[in-house]
């Protein structure tokens, strides 16, 4: 595995001719007089500071103090990168990523990694690197690339350090794209680790999510697909999270953001389902949600989720054959994970006598 050990002070001797030159001439800079310079001992402390320290650098009693010195350590390579005019070594751009991204600066974080993925042929080796850019993707809900990148480092080093890190949020980006298969088996992953995770403290903050997601919604000419994603999961947020779900009791502003989700995209399963599960956990409205559930399952016919919830409904209004079609087809996704206990529901309703219909029927084309 390679890693970017390169220091301030390697990276200070690698730009070294630029500045001899400038003292030959003994003419000063302002750019030299504007950004500090490190010293030994601080340039020492640097040593090992990558991604892997993200979350947990805080939690150190001199936290504060290595929150200035990383910032004096920015703004000493953004020197050297103006002062290099071009010519730098990339495992500087690395660096420089490791340190936004301990500062929490994701727009710098991601832009430094992209000049050192650019920059660097085999950056598929810096484990640390992958690490830190999956950490900026999954920060930006960019859950595609960040669950390859996080892949990309158990498969180069399947010892890193933060791995439970790693199945814990390939875990949960898993489980929002309804792969529950895999949710599980990151989650039991994480669950035998027994080094410590910071992903609670760390992910927390959900408002300042919701003013990222609200902000992006202002911005012009936002494609189709993005503006619908971006919905869904601000709507999604808003029943999920506790916190966001408190000032929102009834669900209007969840519903509204989902069906302006799917106004932008129709064909979405998903917001269909997810838009189900809020008129009937969070408004009580059964024939509403039982409606959702059906678009959800035309669309998309191996959303088992859908198919359990909408059998569910139907077994509630007293639809019994319908509510076991629902099951059956459940138990006939991929990402179905207690066909067992679907199966067991199944021959229970098969021997209970059909009660009268509670609810006006409601019924979808169930393929069996």
């Not at 001992?41 to 990383?70: I, N, P």
């Not at 990523?97 to 042929?121: I, T, V």
């Not at 919701?210 to 619908?228: F, G, I, N, R």
């Amino acid at each position: 595995m390679k890693s970017s050990g390169v220091s301030p002070a390697a990276a200070a001797r690698s730009l070294c001719a630029a500045d001899d030159e400038k003292m030959a001439s003994g003419k000063a800079t302002e750019i030299e007089e504007d950004f500090p310079k490190l010293t030994a001992q601080e340039e020492q402390s640097l040593v090992g500071a990558d991604s892997s320290l993200f979350g947990f650098h805080g939690l150190q009693e001199d936290g504060a103090r290595t929150k200035a010195l990383l910032m004096k350590a920015v703004s000493c390579y953004d020197g050297l990168i103006l002062k290099a005019e071009g010519k730098v070594d990339p495992d500087i751009f690395c660096r420089l990523g490791h340190f936004n991204l301990l500062l929490e600066d994701y727009p710098k974080a991601l832009s430094a990694y992209q000049r050192y993925f650019s920059l660097q042929s085999d950056y598929w080796k810096n484990a640390a690197f992958l690490y830190g850019l999956g950490m900026v993707y999954f920060h930006y809900s960019a859950f595609q690339w960040a669950i390859k990148a996080f892949q990309e480092v158990l498969y180069i080093d399947p010892t890193f350090s933060r791995a439970k890190e790693i199945h814990l949020r390939l875990g949960l980006m898993f489980k929002v794209n309804t792969d529950y298969e895999s949710s599980v088996k990151h989650f039991q992953l994480a669950l035998i680790d027994s080094n410590l995770c910071t992903l609670s403290k760390a992910e927390s903050k959900y408002l300042s999510a919701k003013e990222a997601y609200e902000s992006l919604l202002q911005s012009q000419d936002l494609p189709a697909q993005v503006k619908a994603t971006t919905l869904q999961q601000l709507g999604w947020m808003h029943h999920t999270v506790e916190q966001l779900r408190e000032k929102d009791a009834k669900g209007c502003y969840a519903i509204q953001c989902l069906q302006k989700s799917l106004e932008a995209d129709p064909n979405s399963g998903q917001s269909w389902y997810l838009l189900g599960s809020v008129l009937y956990q969070q408004q009580n409205q059964p024939m509403d949600a039982l409606q959702a559930y059906i678009c959800a399952v035309q669309l998309d016919h191996s959303h088992a989720a859908a198919w359990m919830d909408l059998g569910t409904l139907y077994e509630s209004c007293g639809q019994l054959q319908d509510a076991m079609k629902c099951y059956i087809n459940a138990t006939r996704s991929k990402a179905c994970l207690n066909s067992a206990a679907l199966a067991q529901r199944i021959k229970l309703l098969q021997v209970e006598p059909l009660p009268p219909t509670s609810r006006p029927v409601v019924r979808c084309c169930l393929v069996v």
